[in-house]
């Protein structure tokens, strides 16, 4: 073959006067042009159904507030997220998962302090079958005893390995220094009360909690917008109550502080877990917030990134972004890191928080984490998959699908000096707290020397 028909990749990007210039971008497009229906059914739940017709599938994203205050209730709606789905009045097990192979559809829960969550998905051709299926378990789960106590020892065996993950541990212990003992906090309930939990207390749980009633459904693919509603009154007509679903408590604001060593003895690695308050979606800020964030340490490109993993090796991983819960929304700073290097990697991180709000992103930071902002939205929202879990967590929030496809606007409007404001307000050290969880030993010298860290009691 003659090297004339093979042309390597630098003899393509260049001509005889010079590299090949790039081509401009194309104006900017929102994120989706949705044929949708926004309405509340007769019993309470608010559908959003969207037609996007790329392959004839449909994406299925059902929202319930879930919240409790019962010491027992993270372990009990576990063992219902597991069991919820294991068998109705009119379907056993095996009936649940025949009927929804035959549309190359499935059904999944899963549950936090805020909400239960049930996905799903189907050939379109197969909605109504799905859509019975799912209205037969909201109303009809019957949570037999034998599938109750098989499920519940599954999941004390995973909540035993989850609690020696070392990102568990972080976490539980952020959401402890940061809440309290707020609700929001009980994310991974404790074995010994998932060993209590009886099939009385699920079946009373989905009576007194799975309602319509202030939930929210999702819908997206290739589907009649106006056409399914009709369907779904059909299919959940009998799921219905007076009450409304239960909604988290509102979180307190986090006002900075201390940053907590949670000793972990014997630990070779440390996990560095900064957070501050944010702003909602809903705030006209977010948009220049976004950015502020996308420079810190949003994208790989970002300073954080560039400092502490290519500059100096001190992580692998290095992320900050938005972490919402019903109508708040915090920024959260996370880091792994060798315990000989972890001081050192607070200190840096600490440095650039700082560094952001003084030293604003330049033109070309700016335009670089803008054109990211805007491509990965309309990346994440270009599959069905995609546009339902998008389309769900600003539902959840009160927004509709307009926010979505008028968004990249907002962010294309955002200026230079909305970022720099955004990062001075925001950004400042002083606005975080946090936990380090590590080998105390080691770490509490040069952390403490630091200031600002405090030392608490063991993991």
Avoid: C
């Amino acid at each position: 073959m003659s090297s004339a028909t093979h042309r390597s990749a630098e003899e393509i990007g260049r001509t005889a006067l010079g590299p090949r210039p790039l081509p401009a971008l194309g104006a900017q497009r929102a994120a989706a042009d949705l044929s949708h229906v926004d309405t509340t059914l007769a019993n309470g739940l608010r559908v959003l159904a969207v037609r996007k017709a790329t392959v004839p599938l449909v994406e299925v994203r059902l929202w319930i507030p879930f919240a409790g205050e019962d010491r027992l209730h993270p372990a009990t709606a576990e063992v219902l997220a597991e069991t919820l789905l294991t068998g109705t009045a009119r379907r056993d097990r095996i009936e649940i998962d025949a009927e929804l192979a035959l549309i190359g559809g499935d059904l999944s829960a899963g549950v936090d302090p805020e909400r239960l969550v049930v996905s799903g998905s189907a050939l379109s051709s197969g909605l109504p079958t799905l859509l019975d299926v799912l209205g037969d378990v909201l109303t009809g789960a019957s949570y037999q005893d034998n599938q109750v106590e098989r499920e519940r020892e599954r999941l004390i065996e995973r909540i035993a390995v989850s609690r020696t993950q070392p990102r568990t541990i972080a976490r539980e212990a952020l959401q402890k220094h940061r809440y309290g003992d707020h609700p929001a906090t009980r994310e991974v309930p404790q074995a010994e009360d998932v060993a209590v939990v009886v099939p009385e207390q699920v079946r009373a749980l989905h009576t007194a909690s799975v309602l319509p009633r202030g939930s929210v459904l999702v819908l997206v693919g290739d589907i009649d917008p106006e056409g399914v509603i009709g369907e779904l009154e059909r299919a959940f007509g009998g799921w219905a109550s007076d009450r409304s679903a239960v909604r988290l408590p509102a979180l307190p604001e986090l006002t900075g502080g201390d940053v907590l060593l949670v000793p972990r003895p014997g630990a070779v690695q440390s996990q560095i877990r900064l957070s501050a308050q944010g702003l909602p979606r809903t705030d006209p800020r977010y948009a220049a917030l976004q950015l502020a964030n996308l420079t810190f340490g949003g994208y790989f490109s970002s300073r954080l990134v560039e400092n502490i993993r290519e500059d100096k090796g001190y992580t692998y991983s290095a992320h900050s972004g938005f972490e919402f819960t019903d109508g708040t929304a915090v920024i959260n700073v996370d880091a792994d890191t060798a315990s000989d290097v972890t001081a050192a990697a607070l200190l840096e991180t600490r440095y650039e928080l700082g560094r952001l709000g003084l030293v604003p992103p330049t033109a070309e930071e700016f335009e670089s984490v803008r054109q990211y902002a805007i491509g990965s939205l309309l990346t994440s929202t270009s599959s069905q998959t995609g546009l339902a879990g998008q389309l769900l967590a600003l539902a959840t929030t009160g927004l509709s699908a307009e926010w979505l496809a008028e968004h990249p606007a907002r962010v294309a409007a955002v200026t230079a000096e909305d970022v720099a404001a955004a990062a001075l307000e925001f950004f400042a050290p002083k606005r975080f707290t946090g936990v380090v969880v590590g080998d105390a030993d080691l770490l509490a010298p040069k952390l403490t020397a630091l200031g600002d860290v405090t030392v608490g009691e063991s993991a």
